[in-house]
């Protein structure tokens, strides 16, 4: 998206329109200044971080971590209200710290949400489902880390609703399902 020459314009057209709009980006074409005019027209904006270390590199076959908090760290300093969307695949979540190691760098950082997204046979799921796709197992331990995490780290963690299976067993409130 932020290699969009009109991307500002977008932004603007729907904040006219009483829209506010909110951008998911990898990181790739951002500049200090660019984040401080995106800062204003965002409601929020999330960055893509798969992993740090190797576990990015796992999953998406490049280290991108460094791209993903660096875009993050200027996006805070502009003002920007910022989260991080993570898709859990089997690689990370197969090493034993992968998650907290995102959750930290990431709190550092200033995110203030995090968003755990389900690996989807689509995209380059289509071509990498049976090597990427976490196991049942490791998505039900997913709960007690989440709860975990959310407690070292002031994360506000979030679930993507195609990973409803497995946390609805694991909510006893109503209240506890809508937050």
């Not at 979540?93 to 389900?118: K, N, S």
């Not at 007690?144 to 990973?163: N, P, Q, V």
């Amino acid at each position: 998206a932020l290699l969009r020459e009109d991307l500002l314009q977008l932004a603007d057209h729907a904040r006219a329109r009483q829209i506010i709009p909110n951008l998911t980006t990898s990181g790739f074409g951002l500049t200090p200044g660019l984040a401080k005019k995106m800062a204003s027209r965002f409601g929020q904006i999330n960055v893509s971080i798969d992993g740090v270390g190797e576990a990015y590199e796992d999953t998406r076959g490049w280290n991108g971590a460094a791209l993903g908090l660096r875009a993050l760290d200027l996006l805070v300093a502009a003002g920007a209200r910022v989260g991080v969307n993570t898709v859990m695949s089997g690689p990370m979540l197969a090493r034993p710290d992968a998650l907290e190691a995102i959750g930290a760098a990431i709190a550092h950082a200033g995110a203030t949400e995090w968003q755990w997204l389900r690996f989807k046979p689509t995209g380059r799921g289509a071509t990498s489902w049976e090597a990427l796709s976490p196991t049942p197992a490791q998505l039900d331990a997913l709960w007690d880390r989440s709860l975990a995490l959310e407690a070292s780290t002031g994360l506000t963690i979030r679930w993507d609703c195609a990973m409803t299976p497995w946390i609805a067993d694991r909510v006893d409130a109503v209240e506890r399902a809508a937050r």
